[in-house]
């Protein structure tokens, strides 16, 4: 069985569940944590400045951009692995790219794609290598296959890769601020606790209607791009 059991023979823990932990932490060796999308340029002009308006940015990105783009399109990546549907999986890739604003934010997804890639296939999961091309454009495409082949429902798929997000650019609002770690939680749990309706948004979306612009996030980060001093590589 691939369930662990309680003594008395009823489910314990999913080993999805584990697996999709493992997926989105932060120690995973795909250089998130060297960027902040664009957050370092927001914080340099003021317009981040403090918890709230912290908040206020990454959930203006949840609701505008993750929710109509990243979340709908992690979800079609998945369904075109499950089918073994290598231009599927392809043609939302290069839709995902064509809608990164700027080219430091195209170069953070292929950067950390070939970095996803790699590591699948340092997993060994089945049919990494002979996928490589196709998911090292895209770490969403990595994770969506990823997901597929560890079986973890769309949903908790989908909830996680917005969590792990989320934690990420509030680890680097922590340091560029700076938040304390305690405002820095407090703003990871409210936005926690709005990733379950951007899911649900995500999910009822039809093809026609995935899409985004973040005019702000697109200044920051073309402004970013020239930034004299930055910690952050987006």
């Not at 691939?2 to 314990?12: C, I, K, N, S």
């Amino acid at each position: 069985m691939d369930t662990a059991t309680t003594e008395g023979g009823g489910p314990l823990l999913s080993p999805a569940l584990l697996r999709l932990l493992h997926l989105v932490s932060p120690s995973l060796p795909v250089g998130a944590f060297t960027y902040s999308q664009a957050l370092e340029w927001a914080v340099e002009a003021g317009w981040v400045a403090d918890a709230a308006a912290t908040e206020h940015w990454l959930m203006g990105e949840l609701n505008a951009t993750l929710a109509h783009l990243d979340l709908p399109v992690a979800a079609r990546m998945m369904a075109a692995v499950a089918a073994d549907d290598r231009d599927g999986l392809a043609q939302w890739t290069h839709l995902l790219l064509a809608a990164r604003e700027t080219s430091e934010l195209r170069a953070e997804e292929g950067q950390r794609g070939r970095a996803m890639a790699d590591l699948l296939r340092a997993w060994d999961l089945p049919g990494s290598a002979d996928w490589r091309d196709l998911l090292a454009p895209s770490q969403t495409a990595g994770f969506a296959f990823a997901a597929v082949r560890w079986q973890i429902p769309v949903a908790e798929a989908l909830g996680g890769l917005a969590f792990a997000w989320a934690e990420n650019l509030v680890l680097a609002a922590v340091k560029l601020v700076p938040l304390g770690q305690s405002d820095g939680q407090r703003v990871l749990m409210r936005i926690a606790g709005q990733i379950p309706a951007a899911v649900d948004l995500a999910r009822g979306l039809g093809d026609d209607d995935i899409g985004a612009s973040s005019p702000a996030l697109a200044i920051a980060s073309a402004c970013h791009e020239r930034q004299y001093t930055r910690l952050f590589r987006s």
